[in-house]
């Protein structure tokens, strides 16, 4: 799993081997048989690129176990902490509850919605990379599931973050848009501290934002709206107004629950401000944004 703060996928990482390598605090390191599938599945996805055909993983029915349990864990935490924007998209996207859908299926269920599709990457997907095929409509996802024994923790983001947490967010077009407009700024921008600063609001935004709505904290981010313990904490986080200066320079912490959070007044501040930041950012807007705090 990759640990580096700048790295804020988070992914497994394969080794010259092809196999999927976890650290011994993953819940699966001693799991030969979990390990095994890891490997199975990151090896579907070696070698994907854009216009082929996403692979179809044959879930067995322990892993579409796991997407059970989560689904019915979070289904109700979603209804009271998802952001309206969120809750008018779910029936759209129509996720199922009793298996782990196909990455294809999802994609067809978004491209009339928001045009967005999901692609295949087996593990660490490099953030320019990653970031950069937003602007195509393209989200590069993986496809194995978390270790069974711990259905409702991951420590790295699974199929279930990816189509849970992030399907339900591209299915907002605004949101779709943000994403857009993010990957459009990782082209324009050379310089690392740059990018670092744009994935940094990303965070803050896209996977872990939030709106006020009739007094009320709720999310749109996806690293919340896929986490049964984010979704059941996070309204007791620090909570502040849109700051993009401080989004783009907070340090934050992947492996634990996020005790800062920022809010948008509403909905249309968040693409104001955040997707009009993307809209414009290049190298030099955003190391001014940054100072000398990167
Ligand atoms: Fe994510």
């Known amino acids: 799993m990759a640990t580096s703060e700048r790295d804020t996928r988070g992914y497994s990482v394969l080794d010259a081997d092809g196999h999927v390598e976890l650290g011994?605090?993953?819940?699966?390191?001693?799991?030969?048989?979990?390990?095994?599938?890891?490997?199975?599945?990151?090896?579907?996805?070696?070698?994907?690129?854009?216009?082929?055909?996403?692979?179809?993983?044959?879930?067995?029915?322990?892993?579409?176990?796991?997407?059970?349990?989560?689904?019915?864990?979070?289904?109700?935490?979603?209804?009271?902490?998802?952001?309206?924007?969120?809750?008018?998209?779910?029936?759209?996207?129509?996720?199922?509850?009793?298996?782990?859908?196909?990455?294809?299926?999802?994609?067809?269920?978004?491209?009339?919605?928001?045009?967005?599709?999901?692609?295949?990457?087996?593990?660490?997907?490099?953030?320019?990379?990653?970031?950069?095929?937003?602007?195509?409509?393209?989200?590069?996802?993986?496809?194995?599931?978390?270790?069974?024994?711990?259905?409702?923790?991951?420590?790295?983001?699974?199929v279930i973050h990816e189509v849970v947490g992030h399907g339900l967010s591209l299915a907002v077009p605004e949101l779709a848009e943000l994403c857009r407009a993010m990957g459009r700024a990782t082209r324009r921008v050379t310089e690392p501290k740059a990018l670092e600063a744009l994935s940094r609001i990303f965070w803050f935004s896209v996977e872990f934002g939030c709106v006020w709505e009739h007094g009320e904290l709720r999310t749109y981010g996806a690293g919340i709206l896929s986490s049964f313990g984010e979704l059941s904490s996070f309204t007791h986080a620090e909570v502040c107004p849109i700051d993009l200066a401080a989004m783009a320079t907070h340090r934050y912490d992947i492996t634990r629950y996020q005790p800062l959070l920022f809010a948008g007044r509403s909905l249309t501040e968040v693409v104001d401000v955040v997707g009009g930041c993307f809209e414009e950012a290049d190298d030099d807007h955003l190391l001014a944004l940054v100072g000398a705090s990167l």
């Open 24 to 158: 011994p605090e993953h819940p699966g390191f001693a799991d030969p048989d979990y390990r095994a599938r890891r490997d199975e599945v990151a090896g579907l996805s070696i070698g994907w690129r854009p216009g082929m055909p996403v692979p179809r993983v044959a879930y067995t029915a322990a892993e579409d176990q796991v997407w059970a349990t989560v689904w019915t864990e979070l289904a109700p935490l979603l209804h009271h902490n998802a952001a309206r924007c969120i809750l008018d998209g779910m029936p759209r996207l129509a996720l199922p509850e009793h298996r782990v859908p196909q990455l294809d299926e999802v994609s067809a269920a978004l491209r009339p919605l928001t045009g967005f599709a999901y692609g295949v990457v087996p593990g660490l997907a490099e953030l320019r990379e990653f970031y950069g095929a937003l602007a195509d409509g393209l989200f590069l996802s993986t496809q194995y599931l978390r270790h069974p024994s711990v259905p409702l923790y991951t420590p790295e983001p699974d």
